[in-house]
């Protein structure tokens, strides 16, 4: 099982090697795909040097750790399956004609509403049900594929660039007014609203 | 908070706790085949190691004797309110062992250390932790927001 479970981190070990030199040789000429393109490295590298880590710590060769070693191996791997799915696939996809046309966009925007953030990296890997959405850990959003030909729904692009303004600003948008709601709902009165019918409309 | 940020969150605590216990029972198996008298110079254990593992195994003990406490109001930043509930439906094993858990927080701070029974205990609890991570991972990978 162990010698089963030491193969599954060195062929993420191997694809990480693949995308590090993919992207290596790939140039990205915007500054928000460039700043995106080395957090991407970044994340690659850093997770690249936990494995190398872990294959050295011993615990592979011994049955005793292998329930140990699945739950190592689900946690690197779900860090994996995020960077490939929100990161590197996003580069791959990149194209001048939709997303380097969704950055000006954005950096226009940005200009026009005066935001001091960076613009983040805007991706078309989305689809029509997934819709709009974005993902502030890595300051990114992702718009149905075709977009660019679909200019009355740029409204949902700016309901997006909230998300990224109230990660930076949440505080002083809310203050505690959230921590304030859950600890109403925590109290026996607050349980006694929480599991009340909603009337029927 | 949208729905995909209310499961991110729940999602990073308890990757959080789950990596956190796991480190430690790694370095208490370490510790038990040292005891042994195995030599395998890759099961070092650093002071910092042992501190942390110390820590967080009996802090992590104490929480679920709470839980396992009808009457408690458990913090739901270790995990989450809806594994909590789930935890307690399914009537886990490991929440109806009040005795071992506790034996389990004295163990950790003695020279002995813990023995097979307790690290496999500790084993099922945090497989436990890890299946509740991997059914909120698939729901982040399809929700959107």
Known sequence: MNIFINGLFMDLHNRLEKMINHLYNLTMDSHASSTFKKSTEEHLYALITKIKTLINTGIFADAFFTPNTIILYNSINNEFIEIELFLYLPIRRYDNTAEGYFEKVATSIYSEIQLMQSVPFISTISNSDAYFWAYSKYRMIALPQGEENHLLNLSDLYHEIGHLIYIQYEEFLVGDHLTRVVEYYNTFEGSKVRWKKRPST | ?145
Request: glycine share 4%; charged share 35%; net charge positive.
């Open chain 2, 1 to 145: 908070m949208s729905e995909i940020g209310l499961i991110r969150d729940q999602y990073e605590r308890l990757t959080t706790t789950t990596d956190n216990v796991n480190n430690s029972i790694i370095t208490f198996k370490k510790l038990y085949k040292l005891l042994k008298g195995e030599k395998n110079p890759a099961f070092t254990i650093s002071k910092e190691e042992l501190v942390f593992a110390k820590k967080t195994i009996s802090g992590f003990m104490a929480y679920l004797v709470k839980l396992s406490n009808e009457n408690s109001q458990p913090d739901y930043s270790i995990i989450p309110q809806k594994v909590v509930a789930r935890f307690k439906k399914d009537k886990l094993d490991f929440l109806k062992s009040d005795k071992k858990l506790k034996a389990v927080e004295r163990a950790v701070n003695t020279e002995e250390g813990l023995d097979e029974d307790q690290l496999k205990l500790l084993d099922s609890i945090v497989t436990n932790l890890d299946m509740e991570r991997s059914t909120l991972f698939k729901k982040l990978r399809t929700a959107r927001g």
